[in-house]
């Protein structure tokens, strides 16, 4: 089974060794979709050599229309002219640029030939844009530009688009050579009358007196034989009586072969020979003459169309006694008819079927003509990227048509590629055209490509468009978000910057950190000794006893102290990830881990309300929690403290904690400190590192740390956090 895969005919010109052999391999309809695919995809060079080999196809095809002998007008439905050939011009005297537009019966059909006005209603040539019935050899006079009339042979036919009747095409000969050759065959048939006359008068002697006939037979046999056309005699059964030598010449038949034979002998179709039978015994009561053409056979057996007028001989008393015929063989003139007939016949299927393969190409495609481009011709795709019909469009200047074409520049395009006789191609151009009632900016990739004429000069303008609409409105699109992502890292990079700028504040804090514990852990440090060297002078007295309690106290102080500096170290690593953590279990893990054993010791209590869920980290949270209510507690000189907790919704949608005692409350410089934002620092806060972790341990969850007065009447703390 062979490989049935199908090659766009752009991929096989594209990559063939000698593309313009590949291209003019083409069909004509794969040349239009490799020229499309080609502008398209944004190949100049290749667009152009495929447009030229269009135009080149389209102006040999045209050159057969242009270079016809006979004239051939094209009509829209309302009569308008849409086209005329040369021969048109030649025989009517108008040039095609003012004939087009106009009414073709009010410019060359007005009048009957004998002068009278010539309605357009009866006009049976404009009657086909009605009824659809094509007319075939209608003879009539068309007037020429100078008024003068010319006798012409039409035959006109419907131009069908869909079904739908869009026009006429008109093709007519000039038959004033053909009427003159008629009245040169009627004075031929008038001397045949006369020969008829001649001969009828002869049959009258021949029955009145045969010694007459025979004084003059040598006067009548002068005259028969002398006539040029070939003469053919019978009686009224029509046996053969007489022929003479140009019946002979043209028939290969001899006198001797003839006589005593009936003329069926030189019929093709023995039913011809039967039919012009009848017809001659119906006509006798007439003396009309009969025409035909029918085959007939000559003596070598050759066929050819024998073109009969058959006349009555009667005697005096008007009795038929045979027939006289004139043969003339037409056989060249018919097939000259025939083979003239047939070849408008291939050019105007050429011509729709090339006309329907552009209307059906997926470019848009115009031709433009003349100084003052006029189209020529549109097919459906152009119609719907400008929103006008061809109807509209063929025939008129482009700027006239189309007046966004000549606004946006796109004439003077033509202009200069008329001029210049080069082609011009741009991609993603912009045009306002009209879409959907209101006027959008759509892009193309487009191509002019100059067509030249015989003499050198560019006579048409081949346009092909592609609408890249969607293609360029997706580069815009990517174009937007690659500054959306540039707009994104630059923001990445301010964080990163601000995070830097936070670990070098925190390098800050823990340098001075480093000086606060170095003299912190050293006085409970002499603390110890000063009170173990007491111990060692009083040993054995009671005073003993107190001074080693104290020591054992200091050194409690200084395992607060490294604690302290651990968990602050802790506050101050690296970025969390935040989870949804509740609230409630947060502080029944510190209530429990921290001040449990100090409570029991201060008969402390603590209140917790219904808590929310926060975004956080539970060790972070459980830590920044636990110091709160431990200082809370540590720091109420009176024992019995009272701390609640509770939580509420702040207008932004962020969850607030608040942490209320009923101690001394915060002294103004530590809460100035506190709520300026230097709370993270632990040398800015007397009494050591609780509230310096809690600050910490906020803005490592991206919340915010603040105090205030409580209304219990000691200190409040504000926890700012994000809701879960």
């Given amino acids: 089974m062979g490989d049935l895969r199908y090659e766009h005919p752009y991929r096989r010109v594209a990559e063939a060794d000698d593309r313009v052999a590949t291209i003019r391999s083409l069909t004509d309809e794969e040349v239009i979709s490799a ?61 095609a640029e003012e004939l087009l537009g106009e009414q073709v019966h009010e410019l060359v059909h007005h009048h009957y030939p004998d002068g009278t006005p010539f309605p357009a209603a009866e006009c049976p040539l404009l009657r086909i844009a009605l009824t659809g019935q094509p007319l075939e050899r209608f003879e009539t006079v068309f007037w020429t ?40 065959r009627a004075e031929l048939l008038r001397r045949d009358h006369d020969a008829r006359r001649l001969l009828e008068a002869t049959a009258r002697d021949l029955g009145d ?42 028939t290969g ?35 009309e003459s009969l025409r035909r053409v029918v085959p007939w056979r000559k003596h070598s057996g050759e066929s050819f169309l024998a073109e009969i007028t058959a006349f009555y001989v009667r005697d005096t008393t008007g009795k038929v006694l045979g027939f006289s015929a004139i043969v003339r063989d037409v056989t060249k003139a018919r097939r000259d008819e025939a083979r003239q007939a047939e070849v408008l016949r291939e050019l105007e299927t050429e011509r729709a079927r090339l006309e329907g393969l552009f209307l059906q190409a997926p470019a848009a495609i115009a031709i433009v003509e003349g100084p003052h481009h006029v189209f020529r011709f549109v097919n459906r795709r152009y119609e719907e990227l400008v929103g006008v019909s061809s109807s509209q469009i063929v025939g008129r200047a482009a700027g006239e048509a189309i007046p966004q074409l000549r606004e946006q520049g796109f004439v003077a395009l033509l202009d200069r590629v008329r001029e210049t006789g080069e082609p011009f191609y741009v991609e993603g151009a912009p045009v306002i055209l009209p879409r959907d009632g209101a006027l959008r900016e ?38 937007d978000l690659a500054a959306t992502l540039e707009e994104r890292v630059e923001d990445r990079t301010r964080r990163l910057r601000r995070a830097n700028e936070d670990l070098l504040r925190a390098n800050e804090a823990l340098e001075s950190f480093s000086y606060v514990i170095s003299h912190d852990l050293k006085e409970p440090v002499r603390a110890v000794e000063a009170y173990l060297e007491a111990a060692l002078e009083d040993y ?16 409690r102080r200084q395992h607060a102290l490294i604690q302290g500096l651990l968990a602050y170290s802790r506050t101050s690593a690296s970025l969390v990830d935040l989870v949804p953590v509740d609230l409630t279990w947060v502080l029944q893990e510190a209530c429990r881990g921290y001040y449990e054993e100090l409570a029991r010791e201060r008969g ?30 540590r ?53 050591g590192f609780g509230l310096a972790i809690s600050h910490r341990a906020a803005e490592r969850l991206g919340g915010t740390l603040r105090v205030s007065e409580s209304p219990e009447g000691g200190g409040r703390v504000h926890v700012l956090l994000d809701a879960a």
Avoid at 646 to 669: C, M, Q, W, Y
Wanted: glycine residues 8%.
């Fill in 145 to 184: 530009r100078e008024g003068r009339p010319v006798p012409v042979e039409v035959t006109a036919a419907p131009i069908l688009r869909e079904g739908e009747i869009e026009g006429i095409v008109f093709v007519f000969t000039d038959i004033t050579e053909k009427r003159r050759a008629e009245d040169q």
């Fill in 604 to 633: 402390a209590a603590v209140e917790v309300s219904p808590l929310p869920c926060v975004l956080g980290h539970p060790a972070i949270l459980t830590q920044l929690f636990g110091n709160l209510v431990l200082n809370a507690v």
């Fill in 442 to 479: 759509i892009y193309f990739n487009f191509v002019y490509q100059p067509v030249q004429g015989d003499t050198g000069e560019v006579e048409r303008i081949l346009g092909l468009a592609v609408d890249v609409t969607a293609q360029v409105e997706a580069q815009n699109k990517l174009r």
């Fill in 209 to 250: 007196a045969v010694a007459a006939l025979q004084s003059s037979e040598a006067r009548y046999s002068a005259l028969f034989r002398s006539i040029g056309d070939a003469i053919l005699v019978a009686d009224v059964e029509r046996g053969i009586v007489a022929a003479n030598p140009a019946f002979e010449r043209l």
């Fill in 253 to 287: 038949y001899s006198l001797e072969d003839l006589q005593g034979r009936k003329t069926d002998l030189l019929y093709v179709n023995h039913e011809d020979y039967v039919n012009l039978g009848a017809t001659l015994r119906a006509g006798m009561a007439t003396d």
């Fill in 540 to 555: 054995g007295r009671p005073s003993g006893e107190e001074m080693l309690r104290r020591a054992l106290e200091a050194n």
């Fill in 35 to 95: 020229l499309a695919a080609s502008v398209s995809g944004g190949d100049p060079y290749l667009a152009n050599v495929l447009a030229s080999e269009a135009m080149n196809r389209v102006r040999h095809k045209s050159t057969i229309v242009e270079t016809a002998g006979e004239g051939l007008l094209s009509l829209d439905a309302q009569g308008a002219v849409t086209y005329a050939n040369p021969a048109a011009e030649r025989v009517l005297g108008w040039r």
């Fill in 635 to 687: 720091h109420n000189p009176d024992g019995a403290a009272r701390v609640r907790v509770s939580a509420r919704t702040t207008p932004d949608g962020k969850v607030e904690v608040l942490i209320d005692d009923n101690g001394p409350g915060f002294p103004p410089e530590v809460k100035r400190r506190i709520n300026e934002a230097e709370g993270a620092r632990p040398h800015s806060i007397k009494g």
